[in-house]
Structure formats: structure tokens, C-alpha cells
């Protein structure tokens, strides 16, 4: 990293809402927003954290959503929570359904929420950790905008679709994965473009369907998903999920709805949550065990464990007392405030 | 395919059934399998069609597997069914617990079935068709034996850990796709042996943790997963969900089991089943429509949906009366009969 600047863990709420009041989301959004980015902040997950204030700007600058409507969850009686985002950012619609998800997860065993309406922007694992915090496993999908080609295709149909998971271990950091379905992000190559590089190999193809590594090929053609067809099968699956299963939009439905705004893209979110008290018959404790026999045998031969350099960059973070962001990024955000 | 025999549609399930009670499978038993390896068959998925019944013969021989047990579904007032299948083969405790799936699905929006101590060789794909088959979306996973290592790492810890997913399409056959998270099987890697060629870059490390493309170095390795540290992770959430989650054995644990015995692992089994009707608050058939849109833009672009030639196969063998076996196969399953 260039230049950084501290950033005191006291002061990092604090930051994000003043800019996104200013912006125009309501104290209620405000809050939920700077308290994920604080969260991803603590993480050194620097591409969730504050950065994305800039995105959340940019969001209501582009003018569809909206910072202020409060999120409705529906009553139900069966093991769903649907919450209706109401053109609201998702993470207000999460917090609110997510007590109840918990709930409906601890009495039937398994449950899901569906978020629906919502400008999505954010990380997904920190909405899993809450679930393998309340020491359930949680599950989250989202679609994104079409610019990923399925495998053998030649143009942009499936999202980046992230999946994210979580698995509670006992006094210890969970199991969490967060990852994204497409091989890399757009962000990246647009910074191969402006480098002058050229791409790795099989991440983008061109317009013609053909594999390239000409970032501007790449631009005009599409992303491919990781792992190649199965990658792509399960990114399909992605978009099923979390679209016409909960009523919500496709990642080509995302993009059409944006008519080329910037900013989060609105779509659905599905969180599904498992209970290992109901799953395992009572016996959480010996299978605690048995995953940590698992998780061992994975470090013991020098591989990590996903999520690792997040739950040690937390530590650090936590006990200095502060974050370190980049000098640019923090002039930028107090840009947001003149 | 080199010579074939060409076997009646009406006669699979008699020739499986036969040599499966000959092996030493009850009526019951021999039943669900060879209704499964029918299915396979007629779809031609060869390898887990009529040639698994080599290998039912060859588990039964180990000595391990109860061939007559009966599973016994516990009872259950959350979405969770359990079934317990008390060391006998996977299909009789999933045929006994599946009505029971769909009617807790179909109640609570979202359900799940564990099945426990299982012998397993099957494709998952027949049984999350079944769920999509009664208008429901399903996913199944299954942990196997330990061949597998984790990103980063040199020995197996991991099994081929499959994930499948079936989405219910109206009046068409459905989305589906059923495929291991290990980056190629092993019996592949065994055939390259046998050939004298290098495998495939990217496909194993040796027993240094050095990527290799030496079949023997691989095999006295480990085989890597789909995707890099993607698919390595997908891998672990397969060992956990479908382990510690329901109280059955990690990949690692269910090679221990097997004491250097051949035939079918022995483990548990997730399957977790969606309801549209629930998710989309009743909308159904605007959703089915935006699927489609989804799978049109897929198709249209030169792609093919997973499974594609599958169902082509199942069209054709039907309306033949016919399925096209090898030969070789075809006499040595004959062998088992005498």
C-alpha cells in the first residue's frame, strides 16, 4: 500500500455515517451501511470497506434509489422470512429479517430469508457470520449484473454472483468463505487496460467467444466464471436462487433495470441459515470435533484455511486500535463532505 | 465406444436386480438400486449406470455393508427428516424419507433430509431430479474417501465431494447439473497409468505438494479440486454439510472406515429442497418465464445448459426401447450371474 493513514476503530462509524447522511441516506440506512463497512474496514478487507463509500455516493447520485424507505418483512408462518428492500440498500432489509431468520432456523432446523428490492453492495460473510455467530451455518447468494459469459458462450449473461459460507466453531473464528463465481473482478481488468498488460489466461473472452488477454477484447467481450463449466453451472445456479426462486431479478434483468447507471446494482439476496443442534440430533459438541479434526489436517500440511489473513488482519486491527486506509482513498472521502 | 450390446429398456431393472440378489441385496435393496442404475443408463451416464454394479458386487464383498437392513426414517415435526440407513446402501433410506422431504418442503417453504451411515456410489442428479420432478428445486452433497487435497496443500484430506442441483422447469426437462469438486477422477488419473501419458497441467501435486503431471507422483500425492482455492473451499462446505452438520463421517474419517476395503465409501448424505410456490409468494409461473429468459440468452450464444446431452440421450434411448452397453461390460456382468 502507498501512502496510509490511521483511522481509530472509534472514529470509523462515525466517518461513514456523516458521508452517507450527507449523501442522503437516513439515519436508520446510514447506520447499517458504516456498520458493514466498519466491519470489512476492521478486516482489512479494503475492497469492502470504506472504499465503498465512494459506490454507496455514486448509488444515490445515480438516483434510483432510495436512502430513506424502511424495509417491510412479510409475516409468515413457514420457514422463510421475505423482506421487501422497497428500493432501500439491502443491509437495513437484512437486519431487520435476520432475528427472525435466526429464530425460524433454531425451531424448524433449517431456514432462509429473501430479500427482495434491494441495492446490493456489500460483502457477503459478514451476513453469514452473524448466522455462524448465533452458531448456526449460513449460506448467501446474490446475482449482479450480466457481465459474465457461461462456459462456451461468448457474452455477458450471469452476474459475478458471489457465494459466501459459514460454519461455527467453537472459541474459535468460524469457517467462512465469500467468494465470487466469476474467474476475477471487473475492477481488475480494467486496470490490466489502463497498465498496458496484458490479461491471464482464461479469464475473459472476446466478442467472438474466443479466449483473449487483451484487456480492451476482454472489456467488449465478458468475463468467464472460474473452474470453467462447473464453475459456470454453479454460477447459473446463483442466479436461480437468488432471482425466480425469490421472485427477484436475473443478472441481466439487474443490468437492463440500471439503463447504465452506476452505482450498486438492485436485484435479491437469499440467505439460508442450518441449525447443527436439529442436524446432528443434539451431538454439536462431538461433531465440533470432528470438523476440528478436519480443519487440522488442512493446516497441518501448510495449506489455510479461507478467511485466515481476515481473522488476523481483525486481531491486529483490534488490538492497535485503528485501521490503516490509503492517503488518496481518505482525501477522496473528505471530498464527500464539502 | 467400441463393440456393444444393445439391452432393452424393459430388461435393465431384471439384469441389475438379478445380479444384485445374487451379491447378496435383499428384494428391497436390489430394487432402488437397479432403478437407479436404469436411470443413469438410460440417460448414458456410463459411469454410473449398469457399470456400478461391479462395484455394489465388489462393497458387498468387502464386507462391510448390510444388504438387507431397512432404514428407519425418525420422527419429525421441524423441516429436517432424518434416516437412518443403519449401514445398508444410501438408496432405500432416501426412497423411504423422500415423500417425506417434499411434504415438509411443501409445508415449511424449505427442507432438508440427512441420511445417515450409508454406503454411497450413486449420481445425485436422480435424486435432486426427483425433487425437481414434484415442482421443487433440490441440491444434494456427499463427503467420499480422502483423495483430495485442500488449495495450498500436498496430501488428501478431501473427498471428490459432488454437488448437484436440479431447478424445476415447466413442461421441459429440468436445469441440472451433478458434478464433483475434485478436478478430475480418479480412475482417470489410473488410466493415464496405464497409458504412459502425463496428465493434464493442473490436475494433482505429488506427495511434496509440487504440482505434477506424473500419474504415479499424483497418485502417491493427491488429486487437487476444480477452480484453485474456490473450488477448495465449495469442497470443504461439502465435508461439513454434509459431515459434522448431520453426525456422519468426514472424507478422512470414512477412509479410515474402509480399512483399505474396496467398493462404495461409507458416509452420510445432505439433500435440502426449495419451494418456489413459498419463495416467490406464489408467483411461480412470471418466475418459470424469467428463468427461461435466462436459459434462452444462455442457449442463444452457443452455450450448452449442463445436462443438455443427458436428456438428448434419455429422448433417444426412450424412443428406441433401447440402451448401448459395451461389450466387455455386458460379459462381465453376465460373469456375476454365475
Chains 1, 2 share one sequence.
Not at 427482495?116 to 460473510?125: I, P, T
Request: with cysteine; net charge negative; charged share 20%.
Amino acid at each position: 500500500m502507498d501512502e496510509t493513514i490511521r483511522v481509530g476503530l472509534e472514529d470509523l462509524n462515525g466517518l461513514s455515517t456523516r458521508i452517507l447522511t450527507k449523501s442522503g441516506f437516513s439515519d436508520a440506512h446510514a447506520g447499517t451501511i458504516s456498520e458493514m463497512l466498519s466491519t470489512c474496514q476492521i478486516d482489512d478487507c479494503h475492497s469492502h470497506g470504506l472504499f465503498r463509500l465512494l459506490m454507496c455516493c455514486q448509488t444515490m447520485k445515480a438516483g434510483k434509489i432510495d436512502g430513506r424507505v424502511l424495509p417491510v418483512v412479510a409475516p409468515s408462518d413457514s420457514a422463510i422470512v421475505r423482506v421487501d428492500a422497497r428500493g432501500g440498500m439491502s443491509l437495513l432489509a437484512v437486519a431487520a429479517a435476520m432475528p427472525q431468520l435466526i429464530e425460524k432456523t433454531r425451531k424448524h432446523g433449517i431456514a432462509a430469508m429473501a430479500v427482495n428490492r434491494c441495492f446490493h453492495f456489500s460483502a457477503l460473510w459478514p451476513e453469514v457470520e452473524q448466522l455462524s455467530a448465533a452458531g448456526l451455518a449460513g449460506m448467501a447468494m446474490v446475482p449482479s449484473h450480466s457481465w459474465v459469459a457461461p462456459a462456451g458462450g461468448k457474452r455477458g449473461t450471469l452476474g459475478t454472483n458471489p457465494l459466501a459460507f459459514s460454519w461455527p466453531r467453537q472459541n474459535q473464528t468460524p469457517f467462512t468463505f465469500d467468494f465470487a463465481t466469476s474467474g476475477s473482478a471487473r475492477g481488475e481488468i480494467e486496470l490490466y487496460l489502463r497498465a498496458g498488460k496484458p490479461l491471464p489466461e482464461g479469464v475473459a473472452v472476446d466478442a467472438k467467444g474466443n479466449p483473449t488477454t487483451d484487456p480492451q477484447a476482454a472489456l467488449d467481450g465478458a468475463m468467464l466464471t472460474f473452474g470453467g463449466y462447473k464453475g459456470s453451472a454453479l454460477s447459473i445456479m446463483i442466479e436461480l436462487m437468488a432471482g425466480p426462486l425469490i421472485d427477484d431479478l436475473t443478472s441481466l434483468e439487474s443490468m437492463e433495470f440500471a439503463e447504465g447507471a452506476g452505482g450498486a446494482p438492485y436485484h435479491g439476496e437469499i440467505i439460508l441459515a442450518f441449525d447443527p443442534e436439529h442436524f446432528s440430533g443434539g451431538r454439536v459438541a462431538d461433531n465440533d470435533t470432528r470438523a476440528e479434526r478436519l480443519f487440522a489436517d488442512i493446516l497441518d500440511q501448510g495449506a489455510r484455511l479461507p478467511s485466515q489473513r481476515r481473522f488476523e488482519a481483525r486481531a491486529r486491527n483490534i488490538s492497535r486500535g485503528y485501521v490503516e486506509i490509503p492517503a488518496g482513498l481518505y482525501a477522496d472521502l473528505l471530498g464527500l463532505l464539502n
